[in-house]
Nanobody, 123 residues
Framework: QLQLVDSGGGLVQAGGSLRLTCTVS????????VGWFRQGPGKEDEFVIG???????TYADFVKGRFTISRDNAKNMVYLQMDSLKPEDTAVYFC?????????????????RGQGTQVTVSS
């Protein structure tokens, strides 16, 4: 079993930055593909970004050039660096993990999920 704890959310002005952290326990995160999805107010779950088991990133079109995902295997953590934030990025962000050699976790396919952290971007 893998346990994921999301943190780092908060209130930020448009154009600002936040770094979300996913603290992983139970097993080495290096053995999993990881990613983030979000749920905005009144919206369905939306894929944001992912990192495959071998380190290949996948981005949703709306975050290209603004968000970056990284993994620190020594600390067993996953990070989501969010820059140039927009009000439409307001959502609860969830870290996910998938035990697969190919691909990244999506809102419809993941093995483990964090509890979510709220990000609010003011205009």
């Amino acid at each position: 079993q893998l346990q994921l704890v999301d943190s780092g959310g908060g209130l930020v002005q448009a154009g600002g930055s936040l770094r979300l952290t996913c603290t992983v326990s139970g097993r080495p995160v290096s053995g999993y593909a990881v990613g983030w999805f979000r749920q905005g107010p009144g919206k369905e779950d939306e894929f944001v970004i992912g990192l495959s088991w071998n380190g290949t990133p996948t981005y949703a079109d709306f975050v290209k050039g603004r968000f970056t995902i990284s993994r620190d295997n020594a600390k067993n953590m996953v990070y989501l660096q969010m820059d140039s934030l927009k009000p439409e990025d307001t959502a609860v962000y969830f870290c996910t993990a998938l035990g697969a050699l190919h691909g990244v976790p999506t809102p419809d396919e993941y093995d483990f999920r964090g509890q979510g952290t709220q990000v609010t971007v003011s205009s």
